[in-house]
């Protein structure tokens, strides 16, 4: 029930066209969902997150949508850049605990094609 | 990553040796968190401290896996009489407004560890 399942494993989009990452989670405790952008060799960096209360947040090109009765989230990169190939993981957490303890999911390897 | 320093970047024991992982969270930063990647896998939660206190190490190993966030240095993490399977990257992860709806976490470079 801890765990947050995230799919696709491996994505490759051309250049200009939209990512689009999924994450299903089964704690309905969970009350914040951020994403997190990894670039290899170094450490995850919070690129946008979202609470229960809203449908949809829009940072630039990077839009997370939410659907709480289904427990699925999603990141939506629009106008993939080449600069935007990294590993992308979504979290969950349970905020009230006081404990920020993010559970992760498993990750997606994003290519951009040139 | 908003200026937490991990050391070293790579670290290299054979089995049976002593690994400190050391973190450094932004300046101002009370809290610390400390996350384990296998390779190809997501980060999994270890353990959360406050300067001085252990607050919830329910994702740590109970052998051999310690953690420390003492009043004054950096916070370590020290994994005794390490095993192949401990190979791994860790990462410690800063915050401060611990538990509110401004906290935000803000992740080191990561401790490359192989075990021979």
């Known amino acids: 029930q801890q765990q947050v399942k995230q799919s696709p494993q491996s994505l490759i989009v051309q250049k200009g066209g939209i990512s689009i990452i999924n994450c299903a989670y089964e704690n309905t405790a969970f009350d914040y969902f951020p994403w997190y952008q990894q670039f290899p060799g170094k450490g995850p960096a919070l690129l946008i997150a979202i609470r229960p209360d809203v449908s949809e947040k829009k940072e630039g090109r990077f839009t997370i949508s939410f659907n709480k009765s289904a427990k699925q989230f999603s990141l939506h990169i629009m106008d993939s850049q080449p600069g935007d190939s990294a590993t992308y993981f979504c979290?969950?957490?349970?905020?009230?605990?006081?404990?920020?303890?993010?559970?992760f999911g498993q990750g997606t390897r994003l290519t951009i094609n040139p | 990553n908003a200026g937490v320093m991990q050391n070293p970047r790579h670290l290299v024991r054979r089995r049976g040796q002593e690994a400190r992982l050391r973190c450094s969270p932004v300046?101002?930063?009370?809290?610390v968190y400390w996350y384990r990647q296998l390779p190809e896998e997501g980060l999994k939660f270890m353990v959360y401290l406050q300067k001085e206190n252990i607050i919830d190490e329910s994702g740590m190993p109970k052998e051999r896996f310690s953690a420390e966030f003492p009043k004054e240095g950096p916070s370590i993490l020290r994994i005794q009489q390490v095993v192949r399977g401990d190979s791994a990257a860790y990462f410690c992860a800063s915050s401060t407004l611990a538990g509110t709806a401004q906290e935000t976490q803000y992740f080191g470079p990561g401790t490359r560890l192989l075990v021979l």
């Open positions: 979290a969950a957490s349970n905020r009230p605990y006081g404990a920020q303890k993010l559970v």
């Open positions: 300046k101002g930063h009370s809290h």
